[in-house]
């Protein structure tokens, strides 16, 4: 299979912690992207983190990719309760297919 | 409009029925995708439209027929589906080579019984 791997499956922490979730893939990529999906509804959108890039931040997230290592993580910062989701990373590589990895299910407590 | 819609939002249907998914975007978005997520995992990728032609299918089974009729619009013709096809369909569309990442609609939560 292709489909890329996260860690933790589960997350559980405080208002105003931190949250780390790591996705390690197995092919060569184009980019990999990060997503959340809110109660098995549509995912959207979070960051893109290009091949030849190592770092990107967006508002409380921030994004690292090792490609020697086939890994990425998704940091966010000061999390608050509507930060609760299940989060993807996905990856594409000359085509248009988007392979997602198994996904971390956050839950962040008030 | 930045938005994927998805109609119907729940649908049920019998293994004999045939029924139809659809999907609009009007952000001239030139792919667009049908993916099929069961509970707890990852979405799984099932087609892909390319300029309005079929570019990518995933060894889906027969049973599940995409047809793009247009840029904007992506039909999924369901017939002779299995409960175990019960899943979220979820469309997307994009622009090119998955540059910017992809736009999901809401989806279609659907019960075959």
């Known amino acids: 299979s292709q489909q890329g791997e996260e860690d933790p499956q589960a997350l559980s922490i405080q208002e105003g912690e931190n949250a780390t979730m790591n996705c390690s893939y197995k092919t060569s990529i184009n980019n990999l992207q990060w997503y959340r999906q809110n109660s098995g509804r549509g995912l959207v959108h979070l960051i893109l983190?290009?091949?030849?890039?190592r770092e990107k931040h967006s508002g409380r997230l921030r994004v690292t990719l090792d490609t020697s290592k086939k890994s990425s993580s998704l940091l966010i910062t000061a999390s608050r309760a509507a930060d609760t989701a299940s989060y993807f990373c996905?990856?594409?590589?000359?085509?248009?297919?988007?392979?997602f990895g198994t996904g971390t299910r956050l839950q962040v407590f008030p | 409009d930045t938005e994927v819609t998805q109609t119907p939002k729940h649908l049920v249907m019998g293994m004999t029925n045939k029924k139809s998914l659809k999907c609009e975007q009007h952000?001239?978005?030139?792919?667009m995708y049908w993916y099929k997520q069961k509970a707890k995992k990852p979405p799984e990728l099932m087609f892909v439209?390319?300029?309005?032609?079929?570019?990518i299918n995933e060894s889906v089974p027969s049973r599940f027929s995409p047809e793009c009729p247009n840029s904007s619009l992506l039909n999924l013709h369901l017939h002779a589906l299995q409960p175990e096809d019960s899943a979220l369909y979820l469309c997307a569309s994009s622009q090119d080579r998955l540059a910017g990442g992809i736009n999901f609609g809401p989806g279609t939560r659907l019960l075959v019984l």
């Open positions: 983190i290009r091949s030849n890039e």
């Open positions: 439209y390319s300029y309005e032609k079929l570019s």
């Open positions: 996905a990856t594409s590589y000359n085509t248009d297919k988007l392979i």
């Open positions: 952000m001239g978005h030139r792919a």
